[in-house]
């Protein structure tokens, strides 16, 4: 069947680090909007979302409602992230992690870090299990492709 389509929900600066984090493993099908992201996951050929915390002017936890909200999108796994840093990290992820679960997100994953204890492999390797594991855990649901493979 191919490659995964992961709908990455960052923001500009953060999708060149997502990027090579994520390593040509999938497709990375960027979205820098919260409509744009919202109208990308509804196609239906999207395997899982990653939400980075900056994402829209840091609309990470709206997002995350809508697509949870939707019966268009709720199946789909979502792992969010913080991958750029924020002004009170601890506090920060601390929060981030709580709407994530509330938000019934499958994971949130600390990648800046990840990056700065263990390395870029290491914090790329996280991720794509992560995201690995969510896809084979999440309901079963139809997922159409299209003919196009650009990110």
């Known amino acids: 069947m191919g490659r995964p ?32 992201a919202l109208q990308r996951a509804k196609r239906g050929d999207i395997a899982a979302v990653v939400i980075g915390l900056h994402f829209d002017d840091s609309q990470m936890p709206l997002l995350l409602e809508a697509l949870k909200s939707d019966a268009a999108t709720r ?36 990648v800046l870090d990840l990056c700065d204890r263990a390395g870029a492999m290491a ?17 079963r649901r139809q997922i159409r492709t299209s003919g196009s493979c650009a990110a």
């Open 5 to 36: 389509r992961i709908l990455a929900a960052v923001s500009g600066p953060s999708l060149p680090l997502l990027r090579k984090l994520l390593g040509g493993w999938c497709d990375l099908i960027p979205a820098l909007a919260m409509r744009e």
């Open 75 to 110: 199946d789909i796994p979502v792992v969010c992230c913080r991958l750029r840093p924020t002004l009170l990290p601890h506090a920060t992820v601390r929060s981030a992690r709580a709407v994530c679960e509330a938000r019934r997100a499958e994971g949130f994953v600390d």
């Open 123 to 139: 914090a790329g390797v996280r991720l794509r299990g992560m995201l690995r594991r969510v896809r084979q855990a999440a309901p």
